[in-house]
């Protein structure tokens, strides 16, 4: 189920280009989608990884920011969650997308540590389309992953061999 936020832009929300502050926006990114992540799996939940984050346009002061955030995938114990920024004219109600990101969430248990979570039975043929990339980009922050700890331990053992 798609959760949206609705967020009122104002003149402290301004970097120095007079455009907003994009810490700003992930920060509240996280914040929605830590709010899917908790109501699919029913746990506290910690953010892994933030993935693929663009800012597409830029949003201005009197912009209305609409977020909204849905779980795209779960596994075992992590799920992806998928967030969109949406920037609209509060008076003429043009609409531009601003920023798109995909977050990795963890349940945990009473213990912190990670805890078993309901999967995600697509539906609709988006939700189906929204499964199948997040498998895609698992497998590529996964293969990422094992390359860089190949890289490390090549690296490591170069080092101890000077």
């Known amino acids: ?18 455009t907003v502050f994009g810490g700003m926006i992930m920060a509240t990114m996280d914040r929605i989608s830590l709010v899917v992540a908790e109501r699919h799996s029913g746990r506290v939940c910690v953010t892994a990884s933030v993935d693929d ?3 597409m346009a830029p949003a ?7 977020f909204s955030a849905v779980c795209n995938r779960a596994w075992d114990t992590s799920m992806e969650i998928g967030c969109r920024v949406i920037a609209e004219d509060s008076y003429t109600r043009r ?7 995909y977050s990795t969430f963890v349940a945990l248990d009473d213990d912190h540590k990670p805890a078993r979570i309901p999967p995600i039975a697509p539906e609709t043929g988006q939700e189906q389309d929204r499964f199948e990339e ?8 996964l293969e990422h992953a094992a390359r860089i700890r190949a890289r490390r331990s090549e690296h490591h053992d170069d080092a101890e061999r000077d």
């Open 60 to 66: 201005r002061t009197g912009d209305t920011l609409i």
């Open 134 to 141: 997040a498998g895609l980009r698992r497998e590529t922050r």
């Open 95 to 101: 609409r531009r997308h601003v920023v798109s990101a």
């Open 53 to 55: 984050v663009h800012f």
């Open 1 to 18: 189920m798609v959760r949206e936020h609705i967020y009122k832009v104002f003149p402290n929300d301004m970097n120095a280009n007079a």
